[in-house]
């Protein structure tokens, strides 16, 4: 039997992100991951990162390597069937976007906890947590070598994504809301190697629907198209893949390039968001809480903007023995949940062509886009929300 301040379920961007915050005010924890530390490092996810979360990776040792490695840009481009419009992110807001894979600072945090004698067991399953109600809560799971372990901890943080278990218990309090969206469309996403399409995104509409030139090396390129949420990766042969690409994003000045395609995956879309997100000493963040469709990447970066609320609470909370911050934790993170999935709400609906809709909507919903896109005021709007709003910052 062991004990540590905060015990951390899922070694995703909120538990690695909460861990590493928790050190730097001196507080420990240990971080329980039932998959392989190869099977983390490698998942294929999203991979852009907004300016806070690009300037807390700085601003706390761990943002060397994207410095380096990541494609910092300081534009997007939205195309209307091929005919694309520049938002100048950093002219609009100051701030440029990185486009670093999930995975990627996943294996920055990684290695930064565990340098910094930071506790991940991998491949280890939480078999119970009692006693959140309580005034101590014990967790037991079943480590890698399939030994039984009981860990007692003052708080226990689940970050252990979408199918999380331990938003039961929160929503069985009185009043727990979970609000949910289905959307009637998916993404096919494919990584081929290939040089790089043109060095900024495109987010594109067409009637055939959307498409996305996204970027992962100079010789790796990430591409998504619109599909049916029924579609598997049977139906989408490459011929197919590269027709739809070449037809919805192609003009006179650019065209999509091509290469051997090594990874198809359907993605689903879903909006989720859980309010309250904790009851007594449990605490939800991340995925766990909520979900964001895919469009614009907001997924990563809202994680990090619930731990750099949950962060600084429970250090007060275990160093001072002051519970405020901590008790409004889901009232200070779910107002910028409601933002960004609206952001990721408006954009999809944007973009993307509805099957069935009636001709008047298809219209409507270009000339929204190009309403936004043909003035200032819509275009830094979008600037902002896409490059993200400041993290919260408080006095420990
Ligand atoms: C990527 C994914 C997104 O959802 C997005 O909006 C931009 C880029 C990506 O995986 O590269």
Redesign the pocket.
């Known amino acids: 039997m062991s004990h540590t301040p905060v015990a951390i379920i899922g070694a995703g961007p909120a538990g690695l992100t909460l861990s590493h915050l928790l050190h730097r005010h001196g507080v420990e924890s240990v971080i329980l991951e039932s998959r392989s530390r190869a099977d983390v490092e490698e998942t294929v ?4 990162l907004e300016q806070g979360t690009m300037r807390l990776m700085r601003e706390t040792g761990v943002g060397e390597r994207m410095d380096r490695e990541a494609d910092i840009d300081d534009a997007i481009e939205i195309s209307i069937d091929g005919r694309r419009t520049r938002i100048g992110l950093t002219e609009l807001t100051g701030h440029h976007m990185a ?1 670093y ?1 999930q995975h990627e600072y996943l294996k920055d945090f990684i290695a930064k906890r565990l340098e910094d004698g930071g506790a991940i067991h991998f491949e280890t399953t939480v078999d119970d947590v009692t006693g959140y109600d309580g005034d101590e809560v014990t967790v037991t799971y079943t480590d890698a070598s399939g030994a039984q372990q009981t860990l007692t901890c003052d708080y226990v943080v689940a970050g252990d994504g979408s199918k999380s278990p331990y938003r039961t218990p929160v929503l069985e309090l009185d009043g727990a809301v979970r609000d949910r969206h289905e959307y009637p469309y998916a ?1 096919f ?1 494919i990584l081929v190697n290939a040089p790089q399409t043109q060095k900024e ?1 495109i ?1 594109g509409t067409h009637d055939n629907g959307f498409a ?1 030139i ?3 090396t100079p010789t790796v390129q ?1 591409y ?1 198209l619109q599909c049916n949420p029924e579609d598997t990766v049977e139906q989408w042969s490459d011929e197919r893949i590269w027709s739809e690409l070449h037809t919805r994003v192609d003009s006179e000045d650019l065209q999509v390039s091509e290469g051997e395609i090594f990874d198809k995956a359907v993605l689903r879309f879903r909006s989720a968001v859980t309010d309250p997100m904790q009851r007594g000493r449990l605490f939800l963040a991340g995925d766990a809480a909520h979900t964001v469709p ?4 907001k997924g990563l970066n809202l994680a990090v903007a619930d731990v750099a609320v949950l962060a600084p609470g429970l250090v007060r909370a275990v160093k001072k023995g002051n519970r405020d911050l901590l008790d409004e934790y889901s009232a200070l993170a779910v107002p910028r949940i409601w933002k960004a999935q609206h952001f990721s709400y408006w ?1 999809s609906s944007m973009l993307h062509s509805v099957p069935g809709d009636p001709h008047f909507q298809t219209r409507r919903r270009i000339a929204e886009l190009e309403s936004v896109l043909s003035t200032e005021a819509g275009r830094t709007y979008l600037a902002q929300q896409y490059v993200g709003l400041d993290l919260p910052r408080f006095e420990i």
């Open positions: 996810r999203a991979g852009v486009v894979p993404w996403g995104l987010y996305l996204s970027t992962r990430r998504y895919p469009t614009g990447a954009m």
